[in-house]
């Protein structure tokens, strides 16, 4: 069972204003509302960049996290998927765009 | 106006009253102290330096002084003030001098410095900054006062400062501070450069201060582009080895060198990911200075081609 609906959307926190840097495949990604920065690993950071660009839902995340890993969007990209989006909400890298 | 134009006995008057104000680059710090024989070396290593006069706004104010009235016959002992606080213990009276080093590092590591802080040598060839941040004990003074006895100019052997809006590397040269084993290794390496006397004692061991050479001084106001930043590591015996450090560690290593990162926030962190961008890092390993010079002006020959064909 998937910990996050398909229809949510995410979005980015800090205010929308993340900063970053992407060297060798991993990120560096500063934010602004914790002073805090975070290096993050590929995977992560390929989902973060595809959030960075604007909402996005859990269903839109798991279809191009499959293409850029190439492999098939199953249960288990899924689960991987949800693990990743709790760890950058935990971060404060993104949020529930349905959040005030 | 010159601190070594002021006459010896003016000097001292002042020092003692209202104290003069040295502008070292980064930093104007208005300096005071009674007691005579920091004057002396004082005057000896600092001769160089602008003061100004009248004073302006300084950053800062160190008092030099005996930490009591009997300390100035008994035992003497010495302590250091910044703006009236006191951060470090008392010294015997004879580590004066060396007490305004380490209160002049403090001064910039808590000064709300706009610009990034690196604990870190830094000199500079071609316009081009060689930065150079490590750990104490690193052998980062050592290569640094090398490099400067072989011609590189001075910026810093303390802290690299990194220009918030342009990147660039600010001068702020003062004395070479040398450790220990180090002092005898600079001296025979370059016998031409000006040593302070030793300084045994300290909390750091015995230490002795490379005076800043008068043309790194002059040039204060010439900022340098980064080109290249070198992790040094002293290895006895150890030939010249050179590692690449990936840029995302080279990144956490360098916010573990700032003392100042965290508190720029966002500037902080735009400042030191446009320096990794720009500079390749290197992990560098090395027991002779004369091998480890020739290798260093390679790579920053390459390093400076490669800065400007971009």
Request: glycine share 8%; net charge negative.
């Amino acid at each position: 069972m998937p910990e996050f609906p398909d229809d949510l959307d995410w979005r980015v926190g800090g205010q929308g204003r993340l900063r970053y840097r992407c060297w060798d495949g991993e990120y560096v990604v500063f934010n602004p509302s914790s002073g805090s920065t975070h290096l993050i690993g590929i995977v992560a950071g390929e989902v973060l960049i595809g959030i960075l660009a604007g909402p996005v839902s859990t269903r839109v995340l798991g279809e191009r996290l499959a293409d850029f890993l190439e492999v098939e969007n199953d249960a288990k990209l899924r689960a991987n998927l949800d693990t990743i989006l709790g760890e950058l909400d935990q971060l404060g890298l993104i949020e529930p765009a349905h959040e005030c | 106006m010159l601190v070594g134009d002021i006459p010896e006995n003016q000097l001292a008057r002042r020092l003692r009253g209202t104290g003069i104000n040295l502008s070292t680059g980064a930093l104007t710090v208005r300096i005071r102290s009674n007691i005579q024989t920091f004057v002396d070396e004082f005057t000896g290593i600092y001769g160089g330096y602008p003061i100004e006069d009248p004073p302006g706004i300084d950053d800062g104010c160190i008092d030099i002084a005996f930490s009591s009235r009997w300390r100035r016959y008994f035992r003497p002992k010495a302590q250091a003030y910044l703006d009236g606080c006191t951060y470090f213990q008392p010294l015997p009276g004879r580590l004066a001098f060396p007490m305004l080093e380490s209160m002049l590092n403090w001064c910039l590591a808590i000064s709300d410095c706009p610009n990034l802080l690196l604990h870190a040598g830094v000199v500079e060839r071609d316009g081009h900054a060689l930065i150079l941040p490590a750990e104490s004990g690193s052998g980062k003074s050592t290569l640094c006062a090398a490099l400067v006895a072989r011609g590189w100019r001075l910026l810093s052997d303390e802290f690299a400062i990194i220009g918030a809006r342009d990147g660039r590397a600010l001068p702020n040269p003062r004395p070479v501070s040398l450790k220990n084993e180090s002092i005898d290794v600079i001296g025979e390496f370059a016998p031409d450069a000006r040593l302070s006397r030793r300084y045994p004692g300290t909390p750091k061991g015995t230490v002795a201060f490379m005076r800043a050479p008068s043309d790194a001084v002059a040039r204060v106001a010439e900022t340098a582009q980064p080109a290249l930043v070198l992790l040094p590591a002293f290895s006895p015996r150890s030939p010249v080895e050179l590692d690449t450090v990936d840029k995302t560690q080279g990144f956490k290593w360098l916010t573990d060198q700032s003392v100042n990162y965290h508190a720029l926030l966002e500037v902080g962190f735009n400042t030191l990911a446009d320096l990794v961008d720009r500079c390749p890092i290197y992990h560098l390993s090395y027991s002779r200075l004369d091998e480890v010079i020739e290798r260093i002006e390679r790579l920053h020959h390459d390093a400076v081609a490669a800065v400007r064909a971009a």
